[in-house]
């Protein structure tokens, strides 16, 4: 007898070729069955007459008797065609089947059928095309919802319908529910027995709802507390710093920090000081002061005569944090330093002399700061800007220099408070919602095309004056493919522009140059040597440039709501007034773009881009490693994510390590084992 551990290759009807398919899919057991959910389902749980089935939309069943004996043809190409003509009371019609010549004696004159399929007309004639047929008693293929799953090319549907129905079969298949009883009543969900059930032999559409319902809760609320016991497991003991009064150090400051700063950093001098290792996500819009708050946390570890470590993904933004963090930290004597992998070997041998024997107190670097032979005096913090920019690896290495260290990682993204929850899930988040005192929003357009050359005088006058553009093309060069002529190319617009503006200084950056060359580019750009830059979006986050108070983005279309608001970051950090442009020549997407026009909050912005595109869209090649789910779709279940999200954490808070809940820990400990890579 089967069960659910049974292998594929030993289920009936199964060979070695087909299981060696089955396991390509992750369809190694029966077991594994239970959980291959449908894409989608066909309803052929009700029929139509003859006359009315050309009427109506997609396939339908048409319950049909056969009225003489079948013809067979042969047709171009050595196949055959069989015409087998039937009818009911309101018509007649004609099932043709191609290159199936076993029809010609499967269906027998005078006996009544259920035939699924298209219904065309042509003419007076009706006809069906190697449509679906079973007996009329049968109720095998047709009279109900019928279940069409994913990835299935290649294999019989059979197959994989009788492996579902040998799973459902089994008398045991599970011993308990993984949702605990008190859940499932206060949420009306129905059991997983039941929901097993009717998503893969639903009765009604009622059937699937309910289904669907069940196990999209229960993916979100193992999620949910897979992340919050991951959080409990790796929360531990860590270097208790001793409290310092941080007003000294925002005395200093050339600026008042804003409330929501404040805040911030007093949350992670209580993480600091606790005795616990802090590991804490800052979220903050562009613009928003995280530096700031980075320096007060490393305050407080330099004080209690440690060193905090702060490493940026690329050299030019860990310099500038290394001249902002000097800055902050000259009057008090407190040391900083810089490790970057274009140093000359003889700077980098002195930056780890100083790093090792506590000279720097403060360093700052690229990945060069978690490689071997860098050795860290007494690091209290790490520090790490925009994280979801390193690779696993570095990730990895960097938790092991950390050791017992407090750990802070900042994102300029803004992320909706669901997709926080699922890409972060297992660290504390704050947030910084308000912009320093004294910066101005940046005023937002969509400018036609007849406007172009007003808003190129703009530039230069503002040039003239000292000040700065932007200019973002989405290509590099033009393509000879169609779809791209209309796309201003970086390289061709630069030459295009020079033309224009034959007195301004252009430069050009994109992708395509080496990481030195860019690091040059931007340089120049920074210390205002170029009155305008032309790139693709390789300009980097972060990446200060106070001059800058003009961008032009072209076919602006061609990206999202939050990546446009990312582009737009910067300018507009200083104390003039700053202004966005784009452009776009669709009008289907120009309602699309106002909604940059009506607000400069990333978190509303964000928000309408996922409502917009979805989380795939939104998240982007860069957050791969967000988790993929089996029935839950972020967009549309984002209510049952935060219900789910409550139920966890208040189960992890009354139970950290779910000792009273061997179902449920059994079912964390698989999926921890399964998504390792996903859920670091």
């Known amino acids: 007898m089967n069960s659910l551990n049974t292998p594929v290759v030993k289920l009936p009807g199964v060979g070695e070729k087909t299981a060696a398919k089955l396991r390509h899919m992750g369809l190694d057991t029966l077991g594994d069955f239970l959980t291959f959910f449908p894409r989608g389902y ?88 190697n449509p679906l047929f079973e007996t009329a008693d049968a109720g095998i293929k047709t009279g109900r919802l019928t279940p069409i799953y994913p990835g299935t090319a290649g294999l019989k549907p059979r197959v994989v319908h009788a492996c579902v129905e040998l799973a459902l079969m089994g008398a045991d298949w599970v011993k308990e529910d993984p949702l605990p009883e008190t859940l499932r009543a206060k949420y009306k969900l129905c059991s997983i ?35 919050g016991y991951m959080k409990n497991k790796t929360t531990r ?84 944090h290394y001249e902002t963090f000097s800055r902050f930290f000259e009057p008090f004597g407190i040391k900083c330093a810089l490790l970057t992998s274009s140093m000359t070997a003889a700077q980098k041998k002195t930056a780890r002399e100083h790093i090792k024997n506590g000279d720097a107190q403060i360093v700052c670097g690229t990945h060069a700061l978690i490689q071997d032979g860098v050795e860290y005096c007494s690091p209290y913090l790490f520090v790490v800007d925009e994280q979801h920019r390193f690779g696993v690896r570095q ?39 308000e912009k320093p005192v004294g910066r101005k929003p940046v005023q937002t357009f969509v400018v036609p095309e007849h406007k172009r ?55 050009l950056m994109h992708g395509k140059l080496k990481a030195q060359e860019k690091d040059a580019v931007m340089e120049q750009f920074a210390q205002g040597q170029l009155d305008v830059l032309v790139s693709t979006t390789v300009v980097e986050v972060g990446v200060d440039a106070p001059g800058a108070q003009i961008i032009i983005i072209e076919n602006a279309e061609m990206f999202g709501l939050s990546q446009l608001h990312q582009l737009r970051g910067r300018v507009g950090r200083g104390s003039k007034q700053a202004y966005c442009f784009m452009m776009s020549q669709q009008d289907s997407t120009k309602e699309r773009l106002k909604i940059m026009c009506s607000t400069t909050d990333g978190f509303k912005i964000a928000e309408e881009d996922l409502r917009l595109r979805g989380p795939g869209d939104f998240l982007g090649d860069r957050q791969h490693g967000s988790p993929e789910f089996t029935v839950a779709n972020l967009t549309a279940d984002m209510t049952v994510l935060s219900y789910a999200k409550d139920e966890a954490e208040a189960l992890i808070d009354a139970d950290p390590q779910l000792k009273n809940q061997p179902t449920l820990l059994a079912q964390v400990l698989k999926i921890m084992e399964s998504k390792t890579a996903t859920m670091n």
Not at 197 to 223: C, G, N, S
């Open 395 to 433: 990730r990895a290495a960097l938790q092991q220099k950390a050791g017992d260290a407090h750990f802070l990682v900042m994102s300029a993204t803004p992320i909706p408070r669901t997709l926080t929850l699922i890409l972060y899930g297992d660290l504390s988040v704050s947030v910084l919602s």
């Open 453 to 507: 050359d007003g808003m190129y005088n703009m530039v230069w006058e503002k040039a003239q004056a000292g000040e700065q553009t932007y200019v973002i093309c989405p290509l590099i060069e033009q393509s000879e493919d169609s779809e791209d002529s209309e796309r201003k190319a970086a390289a061709d617009y630069a030459a295009a522009l020079q033309k224009k503006l034959p007195h301004a200084r252009i430069g």
């Open 193 to 227: 027995k039941d929901a097993y059930q009717w998503i893969h032999k639903p009765h009604t559409w009622e059937d699937v709802r309910q289904a669907k319902r069940r196990l999209v809760f229960e993916e979100l609320f193992l999620f949910c507390l897979t992340t």
């Open 42 to 129: 066909e309803d052929r749980s009700k029929t139509v007459d003859i006359f009315e089935s050309t009427l109506a939309e997609g396939k339908v069943c048409v319950r049909a008797l056969v009225r003489s004996t079948p013809t067979s043809t042969r047709i171009s190409g050595g196949k055959t065609m069989v015409k087998v003509p039937v009818c009911d009371s309101t018509g007649v019609m004609d099932m043709v089947f191609f290159n199936q010549p076993y029809v010609k004696t499967a269906l027998e004159v005078g006996r009544e059928y259920i035939f699924f399929g298209k219904a065309e007309a042509f003419g007076s004639r009706k006809s069906m095309t």
């Open 237 to 320: 003991r860590g270097i208790r710093l001793k409290r310092y009064d941080i007003e000294e150090f925002y005395a200093r400051l050339p600026f008042a920090p804003t409330q929501g700063q404040r805040d911030a950093a007093e949350q992670m001098a209580r993480d600091m000081c606790s005795g616990t290792k802090m590991n804490r996500l800052l979220q903050g819009d562009v613009g928003s002061g995280k530096t700031l708050v980075a320096a007060a946390c490393a305050y407080q570890a330099v004080k209690n005569g440690g060193q905090a470590v702060i490493m940026a993904p690329t050299e030019i933004l860990a310099s500038q």
